[in-house]
């Protein structure tokens, strides 16, 4: 299974949808509110679909008044896996879709929510391909926005690149030294106009070090979840499904409208930020 530039990446990446969307996603008659006037978009992280990153935070979004779409792209196996295709092919990909939101809504811009990888690699259709005037806020959930030395798992990756770059062009394309992370931060790490949070965890085991998360520039709120909640234990994994995580997204999505950060267990008083 190749993927590299070759016609077989192209046609997997754009294969029939074969995993539902997650709970409260893809309701394509959902027209924005006032209230909540752009629509969310959410982008899962490597080896991950939409269902399996987003069953939590999705009906969450939904039920807070948002319309939400979920897609896969850079698709593997049939399309159950996803996020292991070329990096600036999985970017076009969330550009398309997002298009295709923006024209069922008839909205001006989305909201886009990301994990892992899913949360940098909006940075680049921003940057690179006329998304910037289309997204309003990013926000990111242990996005390795500097590369990632992959952790639990890096040892591997980093010892065999072909047979890596054959299986997972995006596992390589995220090393520190890629040439694709390099080019994503050159020339500064945020663009005019767009609102950034960044959400990391120290414990996280594939963002590697938890640090490459956050980013350099105006309108960035860079948070770590235990420098709110000290007793918080999420991990890489478990970040989108974690209750304080989910609130910081709301929060981060509707800042005039924040609620307190659930830290519970009695680990820390519950906060606003």
Known sequence: MAFADSPTAVEASSDVDVVPPPPGADNWSCKPSA????????AHGTFENRWDNWFALSPR??????????????RSLGG??????????????ISDFVDRVLAATGAQQVDIVGHSQGGMLPRYYMKNLGGASKVHTLVGLAPDNHGTT?????????????????????????????DFIRQLNSGGETLLGVRYTVIA????EFATPYTT????????????????????????????????????????????????????????AAQIR
């Not at 070329?86 to 970017?91: E, G, I, N, Y």
């Not at 999420?234 to 999505?253: F, G, K, Y």
């Open 35 to 42: 209230a909540h006037p752009r629509p969310v978009v959410l």
């Open 150 to 178: 992959w952790g639990l798992i890096g040892l591997p990756i980093t010892l065999a690149p072909p047979v890596t770059n054959a299986v997972c062009p995006a596992c390589t394309e995220q090393l520190p030294s890629s």
């Open 201 to 204: 965890s120290k414990f996280d």
């Open 213 to 268: 998360a956050f980013l350099n520039g105006p309108d960035v709120d860079n948070i770590t979840l235990q420098d709110l909640c000290p007793g918080n234990f999420s991990e890489h994994m478990t970040m989108p499904a974690d209750p304080v995580t989910i609130q910081l997204v709301l929060n981060a999505l509707d800042p005039e409208h924040k609620a307190p950060i659930p830290c519970g267990f009695g680990t820390g």
């Open 80 to 93: 159950t896996i996803s996020g292991v295709g070329p990096l600036r092919v999985s970017a076009q990909e």
């Open 61 to 74: 979004l939904a039920e807070a008044g948002y319309c939400v779409y979920a897609l896969d792209f850079g």
